[in-house]
């Protein structure tokens, strides 16, 4: 079995990201001795999703303060922490939200810069330049991805996902407490759909006015919550996952087997003729 701990955090409009920072930190620290091989924290905790006046001085580059601490973390702890995401500035100025995957010896394992930057009501996709990039790399919860929140609204992506062999998706999110059914749907469907443990770790409080849905949640390849946060309130919840389960749950029921390459749809004739 894995041990993961969904981090399910506030990021209130007064708190400083260097005081949330070392707040953190010493959240993660007080979990030393719980066995945890994976903590998994929301999207844009740091500087605060909502923080859009803010996001240009609140950017760092990969190796800034965010990702810094989540290293210190891992290493000293001897723990995989996927640090959530955070704005990243590259050495071209570019402005991402960019999620970042460590393993137990403080090394970044895996960076995922958000391809769907949202735009309802939302100033990201103003500001922050999608990324072009996927990856599936193996972790103490099997061959993982990392999407972002909006991410999951696009079947595409997740099909890509699975064709790349992901076992595992870890989404830090901060979705609204206003579409909070849409992110238990989505978190359950895609875990449905593409047999695999979800790991979907959404903000909590309120920021700017909005109040976010929490509710973080792991789901299981057949689609079942085995564990999920409070709607409201921060909270550090422990969860053992078996990752053998994906492999049991694919040969039972082998709907991956049976799917045509994403290729092979678009081919499929239009089927106009009544009689067919």
């Known amino acids: 079995m894995t041990r993961v701990a969904m981090v399910q955090l506030a990021s209130p409009d007064q708190e400083s990201p260097q005081d949330r920072i070392a707040r953190v930190e010493r959240l993660l620290r007080s979990?030393?001795?719980?066995?945890?091989?994976?903590?998994?924290?929301?999207?844009?905790?740091?500087?605060?999703?909502?923080?859009?006046?803010?996001?240009?001085?609140?950017?760092?580059?990969?190796?800034?303060?965010?990702?810094?601490?989540?290293?210190?973390?891992?290493?000293?702890?001897?723990?995989?922490?996927?640090?959530?995401?955070?704005?990243?500035?590259?050495?071209?100025?570019?402005?991402?939200?960019?999620?970042?995957?460590?393993?137990?010896?403080?090394?970044?394992?895996?960076?995922?810069?958000?391809?769907?930057?949202f735009g309802y009501r939302s100033r990201e996709a103003q500001l922050l330049t999608p990324g072009e990039t996927l990856s599936v790399v193996p972790s103490p919860i099997g061959r993982v991805a990392s999407t972002t929140c909006y991410d999951l609204r696009f079947p595409g992506l997740w099909l890509e996902l699975g064709a790349r062999g992901a076992e595992a998706a870890v989404v830090p999110a901060a979705w609204p407490a206003a579409r909070r059914e849409h992110f238990t749907l989505f978190t359950e469907a895609r875990a449905v759909e593409h047999q695999l443990w979800m790991i979907a770790?959404?903000?909590?409080?309120?920021?700017?006015?909005?109040?976010?849905?929490?509710?973080?949640?792991?789901?299981?390849?057949?689609?079942?919550?085995?564990?999920?946060?409070?709607?409201?309130?921060?909270?550090?919840?422990?969860?053992?996952?078996?990752?053998?389960l994906v492999a049991e749950v694919r040969t039972e029921f082998p709907v991956i087997g049976d799917r045509l390459a994403p290729e092979a749809y678009p081919e499929l004739s239009a089927g106009d003729d009544p009689a067919q």
């Open 201 to 244: 770790v959404n903000a909590c409080g309120t920021q700017a006015g909005v109040e976010l849905g929490g509710s973080s949640r792991v789901v299981d390849p057949w689609g079942r919550v085995v564990a999920e946060c409070s709607p409201s309130e921060e909270e550090v919840r422990l969860v053992d996952i078996d990752p053998a």
């Open 31 to 117: 979990h030393a001795d719980a066995g945890v091989d994976l903590f998994v924290l929301p999207e844009l905790w740091s500087a605060g999703y909502l923080a859009f006046t803010h996001y240009d001085e609140r950017a760092e580059p990969l190796d800034g303060p965010t990702v810094a601490m989540a290293r210190r973390v891992a290493k000293d702890l001897e723990a995989w922490v996927h640090a959530g995401s955070f704005i990243e500035r590259t050495p071209t100025g570019e402005l991402h939200n960019t999620a970042v995957l460590i393993d137990a010896e403080g090394r970044i394992a895996q960076t995922y810069r958000k391809i769907h930057v």
